[in-house]
């Protein structure tokens, strides 16, 4: 039950694009195709982005999107708007009913 | 619209004990796995434990084991986590959140525990 490995920060300047990794192991991430990613803006709850590695919830912007190669899955955040600084974690499904988040990385707006 | 409310937080001595609910509205309690997950304070989220539907399966992540009970009634569209002997770095805000297709994809506004003397 480790922590899966984010970059504790990342950053792009408006309208730019930034990706953030997430890097597990085969028992988690490169096991399954299980992999969401949450948005959480200081005093909130974390709202869900993505989730089965690149599906988007209705109301989420297309400017999101997901992906995995392995044991890495990453959030790719397009044409970077304000309200789109946040901390992002990711989490997967690591087997027998556990899961798994990712450290955070905060996302910086320039 | 879904809904989770926690409540039951609070100062608590370390050792203490101290439950906290989950109330759901807005969906069928009794159609979905139910988690807890924390975020101690500035840090990251934490899977705690999850229950599903019809409460015969609990899984724990290996901090709480022995020490954390996960619990739901469908009726009362209620959650609960029983936390027993507690220590300082169970210290965190307590999210209730539904498990839907693989992921956490509502959540309460948290509930804050302070494990302190």
């Known amino acids: 039950q480790s922590a899966l490995t984010q970059p504790p920060s990342a950053s792009g300047s408006l309208g730019q694009s930034v990706t953030i990794s997430c890097t597990g192991t085969s028992s988690d991430v490169g096991g399954y195709n299980y992999v969401s990613w949450y948005q959480q803006h200081p005093g909130k709850a974390p709202k869900l982005m993505i989730y089965e590695v690149s599906k988007r919830p209705s109301g989420v912007p297309d400017r999101f999107s997901g992906s995995k190669s392995g044991n890495t899955a990453s959030l790719t955040v397009s044409g970077l708007q304000a309200e789109d600084e946040a901390d992002y974690y990711c989490s997967s499904f690591a087997g027998t009913n556990n899961w798994v988040f990712g450290g955070g990385t905060k996302l910086t707006v320039l | 619209e879904v809904q989770l409310v926690e409540s039951g937080g609070g100062l608590v001595q370390p050792g203490g004990p101290l439950r906290l609910s989950c109330a759901a509205s807005g969906l069928t309690l009794s159609m979905y796995w139910m988690s807890w997950v924390r975020q101690a304070p500035g840090k990251g989220l934490e899977w705690v434990a999850n229950?599903?539907?019809?409460?015969?399966?609990?899984n724990y992540v290996d901090s709480v084991k022995g020490r954390f009970t996960i619990s739901r009634d469908n009726a009362r569209n209620s959650l609960w986590l029983q936390m027993n002997s507690l220590r300082a770095e169970d210290t965190a805000v307590y999210y209730c959140?539904?498990?839907?297709?693989?992921?956490?994809?509502?959540w309460g506004q948290g509930t804050l525990v302070t494990v302190s003397s």
């Open positions: 959140a539904r498990l839907s297709d693989w992921c956490f994809d509502s």
């Open positions: 229950i599903k539907q019809d409460g015969s399966e609990k």
